[in-house]
């Protein structure tokens, strides 16, 4: 019963996601400095509604399975250097991340 339920899963989950990132995750992202990873976001709806509609359609080929990997690795790429591209952009705007100044005194 599960691997009938999977695709229609995926397919809620995708249209969900997508909806979430267009109507309000990528407005928090922005505001909090995070650029280049909120780029990735959707393609993980996207990549999510693809491959659901791909196994509705055409059931589950090997050629799928490959695809099906391949993709995720490339996500978890994208997401990564988005990640490190921010932290880089990022570093030392914000008072809790910076190093203290030495000539203050308390």
Not at 12 to 19: E, K, N, P, T, V
Not at 67 to 80: E, K, Q, S
């Amino acid at each position: 019963m599960w691997r009938l339920a999977g695709p229609y899963a995926g397919l809620a989950s995708g249209i969900l996601w997508l909806a979430l990132w267009s109507f309000r995750l990528r407005h928090s992202m922005a505001e909090k400095g995070w650029k280049y990873i909120s780029l990735s976001f959707p393609l993980l709806g996207i990549f999510t509604l693809v491959g659901s509609v791909l196994n509705l359609l055409l059931g589950w080929p090997p050629a799928l399975s490959t695809g099906v990997a391949l993709g995720w690795i490339l996500l978890l790429a994208f997401m990564v250097a988005g990640m490190i591209l921010d932290a880089l952009r990022n570093r030392g705007k914000h008072p809790d991340v910076a190093a203290p100044k030495t000539s203050e005194r308390e």
